[in-house]
């Protein structure tokens, strides 16, 4: 892409890269600005790149022995020791997070080290970015969530600090809003985790060194959230934008995650083709150790694609290593969604006995996703009437009830559920009707309700 005569920052930052087209390069090297350009690029990646090798001091723990102490001032080691103090601290608090009461979740914080110290800052950064973190959100999102509004409070109550380097607070509060994004997407959340994204971009605005990959990664979770919400060309545009941020510092793993959320975009566009092609590209890069709830995820995604495109065998195999997987990291979530799609093919196969053990199993956890929990209360309840038990059909229908309480008047799909339900004029049509409804919510849909009586 070029502005008048010359290329576009964006064309010449590929070509710094290695990458761009033929065309692109051939421009840089016969036009001199452009080629005088594509050197500052080079040099400036150059630069970046080291930034963000001593960054991974204070993303991630495992480096700080690598770095030689004649390399490092006075102040650089005293915050290296910090940081070091501070993953301990982290490490603590993220496993008092997974088994304390889901009320006093902020109370966890008291392992975070000595208040106003630079160890602390580091706990409080640390309890967002190191590995526990993110398996706190794929397990137990509300606790991750409510964590991560309590790391927020605790770096505002923090003394002000002369160091711009290192846990600073705009850095603990745009990594504490990313894995409360993260987490809201676990749960089904759109709307919220869209506005923690925004929140943590805001916050790295303020963060005195290179701020690529923060904007990268707010970029990404922006992004998927924007194809929940139905804004599909937006979360492509996000989520291009997200690549090239990744692209540049070549964070190979993260362009993995950002081709299975486009993967993921696509089918809820109903481009089942181009999501296929995109979810393959994922698979070939993310472990499924090391990458556990991504490529859970991305799997999950793949084996609905396969469903939609006719591909039933192919669908059963992929979503079943899924849920070994899910099951083997705790993802008990994940699992749940991935025993929701089994489910559904059997139904889709006619083996509504063996359908109703996996929408039993999400029926008995009532802590889990409204949406998901509701979804598997109607199939299963949609079984029991196919199959003739009327009884069981009846009783998983006020047992919803109970649970939802209030919604069951106020929400436009189950007003007309039970109001046939207490008339005793409950058909089977429109209970498939409203389990559809429910079917597209949990797909990201935000169409309206429509009455049955209006569709036929």
């Known amino acids: 892409m070029s ?43 150059e630069v970046i790149r080291e930034e963000q090798e001593f960054l991974s001091t204070v993303q991630s723990p495992e480096a700080w022995a690598a770095i030689p102490s004649n390399r490092t001032s006075i102040d650089a080691r005293f915050m290296l ?53 993110a398996l706190l959100a794929a397990q137990h999102p509300r606790r991750a969530i409510s964590l991560a509004g309590a790391i927020r409070k605790a770096a505002q109550r923090e003394p ?78 996000k989520l291009e934008e997200a690549k090239n941020g990744f692209s540049w510092l070549d964070q190979e793993h993260w362009i993995a995650r ?7 975009v696509y089918r809820q566009a109903g481009n089942d083709p181009r999501g296929l092609r995109f979810c393959a590209l994922a698979a070939a890069k993310l472990d ?7 490529w859970v995820a991305n799997e999950t995604n793949r084996g609905a694609l396969y469903f939609y495109a006719g591909r039933p065998k192919q669908a059963r195999v992929t979503l079943t290593e899924a849920l070994i997987n899910a099951l083997q990291h705790g993802l008990t979530l ?8 089994l489910g559904t093919l059997l139904v889709a196969e006619g083996n ?53 309480g209030h919604l069951t008047q106020t929400d436009p799909a189950f007003n007309e559920l039970f109001a046939a339900f207490d008339a005793g004029d409950l058909s089977s049509p ?13 797909e990201g849909s935000k169409e309206p309700y429509v009455r049955l009586w209006r569709v036929q």
């Open 334 to 341: 994940k699992a749940r969604i991935i025993r929701l799609g």
């Open 81 to 133: 020791d910090a940081a070091s103090e501070g993953a301990s601290y982290a490490t603590r608090v993220l496993e008092a997070a997974i088994v304390c009461d889901e009320r006093d979740v902020a109370s966890v914080l008291m392992n975070a080290g000595p208040y106003g110290s630079e160890a602390r800052r580091y706990a409080l950064l640390y309890s967002c970015t190191i590995p526990q973190a």
């Open 258 to 264: 950002v081709h299975a959320a486009r993967g993921l």
């Open 160 to 237: 002000p600090t002369t160091i711009r380097m290192g846990a600073t607070m705009p850095l603990i509060a745009a990594e504490a809003h990313l894995m409360a994004s993260n987490a809201s997407m676990m749960m089904g959340k759109a709307a919220k985790s869209r506005d923690h994204a925004v929140r943590a971009r805001e916050y790295f605005r303020f963060v005195f060194f290179d701020k690529t990959l923060g904007y990268a990664r707010s970029d990404y979770y922006e992004g998927a959230a924007l194809g929940f919400l139905g804004k599909y060309e937006e979360a492509h545009q």
């Open 352 to 404: 509504h006995a063996a359908a109703l053990d996996h929408f039993l199993d999400i029926v008995r956890r009532r802590q889990e996703d409204d949406v998901l929990r509701d979804l598997a209360y109607l199939m299963a309840a949609e079984c029991h009437a196919i199959l003739g038990d009327r009884d069981a059909m009846t009783a998983l229908l006020q047992d919803l009830r109970a649970i939802r």
């Open 288 to 294: 499924p150790n090391r990458d556990a709830a991504a």
């Open 3 to 45: 502005t008048g005569k010359h290329l576009s920052n964006l064309a010449l930052m590929e070509v710094a890269a290695g990458r761009g087209t033929a065309q692109e390069r051939a421009h840089a090297e016969s036009c001199t600005p452009c080629r005088s350009a594509v050197r500052y690029f080079k040099s400036l990646g």
């Open 430 to 442: 429109l209970l498939t009707h409203v389990r559809e409804y429910f079917d597209s919510r949990f």
